[in-house]
């Protein structure tokens, strides 16, 4: 199974991921930058199937997730569930804008990360492990 990923604004396209490597390396990259990124995840060939949105903030160890299309239809996305934040705002920039989350989205980056590899080996399934809300944020 392999993955789309969308993330850095100056590429001509999408990156591949096709292994649990290429994965890393990606959120190694969102990982290691100075502010709170996110990639979007979506299954190669099938980008209507399911989308996953991982945001790390390396920085601080935390990061948030967003699946929508995946699992159950009678609610069409769901937010991770975590701590609530300190902050005023949970905000994560998507190829340079803003994306909001609520307050109680973010979770110990291990926890992201984790979910991410298990959307890309169950070919876009919705993470389980995750607390998840449902978006009526």
């Known amino acids: ?5 969308w993330f850095d604004r100056e590429a001509p ?5 096709e292994t649990a ?3 890393d390396a990606v959120l190694d990259v969102l990982a290691a930058t100075r502010r709170p990124n996110l990639v979007e995840l979506t299954v190669a060939g099938d980008p209507g199937r399911a989308v996953l949105n991982v945001g790390l903030d390396g920085a601080r160890g935390r990061g948030v997730l967003y699946c929508s299309g995946a699992t159950d239809p009678s609610v069409d996305a769901y937010y991770s569930r975590g701590a609530k934040s300190d902050d005023a ?7 340079g804008s803003d994306t909001e989350f609520p307050e109680d989205a973010e979770l110990p980056i291990s ?5 991410a590899h298990q959307f890309l080996s169950t070919g876009g399934e919705r993470p389980d492990g995750i607390d998840w809300q449902a978006d009526d944020f």
Do not use: F, N
């Not at 199974?1 to 990923?5: G, Q």
């Not at 705002?89 to 190829?95: D, P």
């Not at 926890?111 to 979910?115: I, L």
């Open 111 to 115: 926890e992201v990360r984790k979910a």
């Open 13 to 17: 396209g999408p990156t591949q991921v």
């Open 1 to 5: 199974m392999a993955l789309v990923a």
């Open 21 to 23: 490597a290429d994965l």
């Open 89 to 95: 705002e949970t905000i994560y920039y998507y190829m």
